[in-house]
């Protein structure tokens, strides 16, 4: 237990295939920013636009998988089930498979807890629900303030939690990836699978974020 009520679990080996000293580049990294720089400057890519492509990777497709994910577990309480019983089976039959995402987990949000996702380590991710991850979430900031302080970090995503609700910590490895099933929104009972995936950010499936409500702005 946390001093601020978070809880963190599990310490399990965090193995990795990619070397010890996560402060530094890779050996891929480096080759992509050297590409890059040298792309920029013989005039061949616009930094704005790799911004632009990569946003969209990271935000507008890779995410929707996970989104339609969690619009069935909404909508089909079968799938939820099967979901937190074995969330790679249940993700594979949708057919989001391949690799960073060969051992998934499902963490439902309820009344009671509230759950976030970090990788303390480095930047373990469910890529084939997820896609890229975000920035942010490779950061050192991020990584560190997740476990000491899981409230200072959503307030500073602007989530504010009902008062008394527990915040759990997951902590990725290469083994395990955690994907957050939040709260089905209110006023949503209408609302077939497609418009329920709408709701849902890719930030509410990390746990720094909440779903969006009906008639919020996209
Ligand atoms: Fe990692």
Not at 73 to 98: C, E, K, N, Q, V
Not at 106 to 130: G, I, K, R
Not at 202 to 209: A, E, N, V
Request: glycine residues 8%; proline residues 8%.
């Amino acid at each position: 237990m946390l001093a601020n009520g978070g809880i963190i679990f599990p310490m399990s080996q965090h193995d990795h295939p990619h070397g010890e000293d996560h402060s530094e580049l890779d050996e891929t990294e480096i080759r992509v920013r050297a590409l890059q720089s040298l792309l920029t400057q013989k005039g061949y890519v616009d930094p704005a636009a790799l911004d632009v492509l990569i946003d969209t990777y990271q935000r507008r497709i890779g995410p929707r998988n996970g989104a339609r994910v969690v619009a069935r577990a909404w909508s089909d309480p079968g799938f939820f089930d099967w979901l937190l019983r074995d969330a790679t089976a249940a993700i594979a039959s949708m057919h989001y498979t391949g690799r960073q995402g060969e051992h998934m987990v499902a963490v439902p949000n309820t009344d009671e807890v509230h759950n976030m996702v970090v990788c303390t380590l480095c930047s373990c991710y469910p890529w084939p629900v997820l896609g890229l991850p975000p920035v942010w979430y490779k950061s050192a900031p991020y990584r560190s303030r997740a476990v000491r302080d899981p409230h200072g970090v959503l307030a500073d995503f602007g989530v504010v939690l009902p008062e008394g609700k527990q915040v759990r910590v997951w902590d990725s490895t290469a083994e395990v990836r955690y994907l957050v099933i939040p709260q089905r929104p209110a006023g949503t009972e209408g609302l077939d699978e497609q418009q329920l995936s709408e709701l849902v950010t890719r930030d509410s499936m990390i746990g720094t974020g909440l779903p969006r409500t009906p008639g919020s702005a996209a």
